[in-house]
């Protein structure tokens, strides 16, 4: 489509047209970037300029290019959008490519609108800005003196973090994201192994360019798309791709293999293919003894043995292991005199037994059986033969056993997750990935999983207690309301919208919501319906109607991505680079729509003027006075960077305002191999690669649920349907083409957009379905009902049905025209899901169980 004027009218046919060149694109084992490039030159020649920007359709931040025609008035027809050649996070999914199609679509939120019937009902009149800001203010500050601070509750899904610039300076703990029922399991999981600081999102990836072999686990290449297209280029030199997904992802359309498994037992696959890596001898010992924890003791009650189990005055801090032949010796972390860990307190000649099962004696003289961590995990992972593993997952045995070939010889990696929400079993699953990848000895090394590289830019923002100008404050006494519940929680909103019915821990009253789809996000959409009618105050900030507008008392129109600036570090690349996003659009005519922290900023400043001085804001009447503000935080940013990096480096100064100049990034540090945890030591309690989690120990709740090393479950998520029945396991998943809270409104979706039931051939013929027939897909937990078309494929496995996020399935009332009914086709997986959250973490799982009646007519 890049290469034609988008046209609001397009037909049917053109859409489908780039809808199977999107899909194709997506299939092929390379994108050549040529091709872009020479039709970006050949506008500049005709007068077009272009302006960097960073899609925030997803999380990715890909970059693309706004191409501009220069003397017109912005319009769908003056405006393309093509990825950024050479981008380290080049994008052009279907969901970039359709951004003019939000930018100025009939159903963007123009005017501040009041809620004038019940909550859910969405019945609204709009009002002037005056009017909803100052009753707004009033209701907040009203709350906040009746209940305190910690009443109120933000959250949104930009990784800016909008809207903690109320939460914070208002003194609450709350701004909480909903990481939950995103990517929260991954995050967990990585922590466990990996420890603090290697846990984030994008921190820890696989080296897509240089790798050989990739086992996606319920990855959907979807999303980043720059990691897509960085792995078609491995492709296109020979990689081999095996997907591993009780549905056939957009990933496996082209030459890359999919291998159907039943849902909720991906854990017992991975303790599979590990227990045949020990069974053909292909597991990397060597990496095991040295740079995992593997080797270290372990007493009876599942705890490590340390130095202060065999001396009076021992360290708890440094792990025994012997050679096998009598002799102990201690590991630890070394520290520098900030307790920052810079290396390892080992003999680095000494080497460890991992297969020891001896007896030691304590300090107080007693003797105590001890095991190393390897042992335990053999001895769990034993019983998981390819044929055991078969009779779980579905799938064969000479399966099993090939993949674990593959994956040793080729030097595999297994991809850690997106959208990593699944069947309340995932913290054990992502922790057992990332155990496996260390078996296989792959860590920070070319073509393995790798520590990506940094580029050490910090813009100045908002924090709790702390302003974007060095100010300080007294944060609200109550911890974050979800880390009560769950006190390793990376955001599980729904603990405060419990609250907001129950006042336990402590009551919620208000809730601001940022340009979030909650309905798309929260698992057990019912619950969340209800809930929300509980809270005193609910604002929704957003671009388009999305389905919480419904329950909102106040919906405010808010700027779109293409009508904003911002700088930050380019996420999910290898090497750190920095970005600049620079649109220099700005909303449709007859739009109101301001920049988020504006309005969130001018609520508090109506409420509580003193505490938005606390980040340095006083009033900006117009968009003009309140970018001035605002982006010289990115300026002041960017400008100590410089300064840093021309001190490091003359001259570098000037490289990287070229750069940001000419292209919109500049790639700040290479990726060096290697390092973590060869030279640097990871985050964990022992600095190592923890394939037996040191963490469990640090909180007895832990272990009331958890093993330190993952035990495979069934999903504790949901009713396990009956087999050979009418009732189905119901996957959701993602694709690269329309599964997005903006996107799924978009004139393209309604043809390229999947809103049907995916039905495996076999069991529509048991249940006598046809293809595309009506039926009616009931909860079994939940005992919701609704109805959608079936289509009946190979693509799903037996025993399940899927159905995309994001698609369809909207129940909004009243603020979706008669031209936009299509968004309502189809089904909302979460309004199936139970909300099961994993204990501890917090994480919610999105799968549930359904039964599939036909619809008599």
């Known amino acids: 489509m890049c290469?034609?004027?988008?046209?609001?009218?397009?037909?049917?046919?053109?859409?489908?047209?780039?809808?199977?060149?999107?899909?194709?694109?997506?299939?092929?084992?390379?994108?050549?970037?040529?091709?872009?490039?020479e039709q970006i030159q050949k506008l500049e020649k005709e007068g077009w300029t272009k302006h960097p920007v960073a899609c925030t359709m997803c999380g990715a931040y890909c970059g693309i290019l706004a191409m501009r025609k220069e003397g017109e008035p912005i319009s769908e027809k003056t405006v393309r959008i093509f990825?950024?050649?050479?981008?380290?996070?080049?994008?052009?999914?279907?969901?970039?490519?359709?951004?003019?199609?939000?930018?100025?679509?009939?159903?963007?939120?123009?005017?501040?609108?009041?809620?004038?019937?019940?909550?859910?009902?969405?019945?609204?009149?709009?009002?002037t800005w005056e009017e909803a800001l100052n009753d707004i203010a009033a209701r907040l500050k009203d709350i906040v003196q009746k209940n305190g601070e910690s009443s109120v509750v933000s959250t949104s899904h930009s990784f800016q973090g909008f809207a903690k610039w109320l939460t914070f300076p208002l003194g609450s703990p709350n701004n909480i994201g909903h990481q939950s029922s995103c990517n929260a399991a991954g995050i967990s999981g990585r922590h466990l192994v990996f420890g603090k600081g290697y846990d984030g999102a994008g921190k820890l990836e696989p080296d897509y360019a240089n790798l050989r072999y990739i086992l996606l686990i319920g990855r959907s290449m979807g999303a980043a798309m720059g990691a897509l297209h960085t792995l078609n280029e491995a492709r296109a030199r020979g990689a081999k791709v095996v997907s591993i997904?009780?549905?056939?992802?957009?990933?496996?359309?082209?030459?890359?293999?999919?291998?159907?498994?039943?849902?909720?037992?991906?854990?017992?696959?991975?303790?599979?293919?590990?227990?045949?890596?020990?069974?053909?001898?292909?597991?990397?010992?060597?990496?095991?003894?040295?740079?995992?924890?593997?080797?270290?003791?372990?007493?009876?009650n599942g705890a490590p043995l340390t130095q202060a189990d065999l001396l009076s005055n021992g360290s708890k801090s440094l792990y025994v292991v012997t050679d096998g032949k009598g002799n102990l010796a201690f590991r630890g972390v070394k520290k520098d005199d900030k307790g920052v860990a810079v290396g390892f307190d080992e003999d680095p000649s000494f080497r460890a037994d991992l297969n020891a099962n001896i007896s030691v004696k304590l300090a107080d003289g007693t003797e105590c059986p001890v095991k190393t961590a390897f042992v335990l995990i053999k001895e769990e992972l034993a019983k998981f033969t390819p044929e055991k593993t078969e009779e779980i997952t579905g799938i064969p045995a000479a399966k099993i056993r090939l993949i674990a070939k593959e994956f040793a010889n080729f030097k595999g990696v297994i991809d850690d997750g997106w959208y990593s929400a699944k069947n309340g079993t995932d913290v054990q699953l992502y922790q057992l990935i990332c155990i496996a990848n260390a078996f296989n000895g792959n860590i920070d090394v070319k073509g393995g999983l790798v520590v990506t590289a940094g580029a050490a830019l910090k813009i100045p923002s908002v924090a709790a207690g702390k302003g974007p100008n060095g100010e300080t404050w007294k944060m609200a006494p109550e911890k974050r309301i979800?880390?009560?519940?769950?006190?390793?929680?990376?955001?599980?909103?729904?603990?405060?919208?419990?609250?907001?019915?129950?006042?336990?821990?402590?009551?919620?009253?208000?809730?601001?919501?940022?340009?979030?789809?909650?309905?798309?996000?929260?698992?057990n959409s019912q619950e969340l319906a209800d809930n929300l009618k509980k809270l005193e105050l609910c604002v929704v900030q957003d671009v388009l109607p999305q389905e919480i507008v419904d329950y909102a008392d106040y919906v405010l129109p808010a700027t779109y991505f293409l009508e904003r600036k911002e700088m930050s570090t380019v996420k999910w690349a290898l090497n750190g680079s920095i970005y600049l996003s620079d649109p220099q659009i700005e909303p449709p005519k007859g739009c109101e729509a301001r920049h988020d922290v504006w309005i969130l900023l001018e609520i508090l400043r109506r409420a509580f003027p003193e505490r938005a001085e606390r980040?340095?804001?006083?009033?900006?009447?117009?968009?003009?006075?309140?970018?001035?503000?605002?982006?010289?935080?990115?300026?002041?940013?960017?400008?100590?960077?410089?300064?840093?990096?021309?001190?490091?480096?003359?001259?570098?100064?000037?490289?990287?305002?070229?750069?940001?100049?000419?292209?919109?990034?500049?790639?700040?540090?290479?990726?060096?191999?290697?390092?973590?945890?060869?030279?640097?030591?990871?985050?964990?309690?022992?600095?190592?690669?923890?394939?037996?989690?040191?963490?469990?120990?640090?909180?007895?709740?832990?272990?009331?649920?958890?093993?330190?090393?993952?035990?495979?479950?069934p999903s504790p998520a949901y009713t396990a349907p009956k087999p050979n029945s009418n009732e189905f396991v119901l996957v959701s998943g993602k694709n690269c083409n329309s599964c997005s809270g903006l996107n799924m409104f978009t004139e393209p979706t309604r043809y390229l957009g999947d809103r049907t039931v995916w039905m495996?051939?076999?069991?529509?013929?048991?249940?006598?379905?046809?293809?595309?027939?009506?039926?009616?897909?009931?909860?079994?937990?939940?005992?919701?009902?609704?109805?959608?078309?079936?289509?009946?494929?190979?693509?799903?496995?037996?025993?399940?049905?899927?159905?995309?996020?994001?698609?369809?399935?909207?129940?909004?009332?009243?603020?979706?025209?008669?031209?936009?009914?299509?968004?309502?086709?189809?089904?909302?997986?979460?309004?199936?899901?139970?909300?099961?959250?994993?204990?501890?973490?917090?994480?919610?799982?999105?799968?549930?169980?359904?039964?599939?009646?036909?619809?008599?007519?």
């Open 760 to 857: 495996n051939i076999d069991d529509a013929a048991r249940l006598g379905i046809k293809d595309q027939e009506i039926v009616e897909i009931e909860g079994l937990d939940t005992k919701v009902k609704a109805t959608a078309p079936v289509t009946v494929t190979r693509k799903v496995i037996p025993g399940s049905v899927f159905a995309f996020g994001f698609s369809g399935g909207i129940r909004t009332k009243n603020l979706i025209n008669p031209e936009y009914q299509f968004v309502k086709e189809g089904i909302n997986t979460h309004w199936y899901a139970t909300g099961y959250a994993e204990p501890m973490f917090g994480n919610v799982a999105n799968n549930s169980s359904v039964r599939i009646n036909k619809v008599r007519g």
């Open 615 to 713: 980040v340095g804001y006083k009033e900006c009447k117009t968009a003009e006075e309140f970018n001035k503000y605002f982006d010289a935080f990115t300026q002041r940013g960017f400008d100590q960077f410089l300064d840093n990096c021309d001190k490091a480096k003359p001259g570098w100064k000037a490289q990287i305002q070229e750069d940001i100049a000419t292209k919109g990034w500049s790639t700040i540090t290479k990726k060096v191999y290697g390092i973590y945890p060869y030279k640097k030591p990871f985050g964990t309690p022992s600095g190592k690669l923890e394939i037996y989690s040191f963490k469990l120990f640090s909180d007895p709740g832990f272990l009331k649920s958890f093993t330190p090393f993952p035990v495979y479950k």
């Open 245 to 300: 997904d009780p549905r056939m992802p957009d990933m496996a359309y082209g030459d890359a293999e999919w291998v159907p498994i039943r849902p909720a037992t991906d854990t017992a696959l991975v303790s599979g293919l590990i227990n045949e890596m020990l069974a053909q001898g292909t597991a990397d010992l060597a990496f095991i003894e040295k740079h995992t924890n593997g080797a270290y003791l372990i007493k009876e």
């Open 3 to 37: 290469n034609k004027i988008v046209d609001l009218s397009v037909s049917r046919r053109t859409l489908m047209k780039g809808g199977a060149a999107a899909a194709a694109v997506a299939a092929a084992p390379a994108i050549h970037n040529w091709a872009f490039a």
């Open 83 to 127: 990825p950024n050649p050479g981008h380290p996070q080049r994008g052009y999914c279907g969901r970039s490519a359709a951004a003019m199609w939000v930018w100025n679509h009939p159903l963007r939120l123009r005017k501040p609108l009041k809620r004038i019937g019940e909550k859910g009902e969405g019945q609204f009149k709009e009002v």
């Open 482 to 523: 979800d880390k009560i519940i769950y006190p390793d929680a990376e955001g599980t909103f729904k603990v405060a919208l419990e609250a907001a019915v129950t006042g336990k821990p402590y009551p919620i009253k208000a809730a601001f919501f940022v340009g979030t789809t909650m309905f798309q996000r929260e698992a």
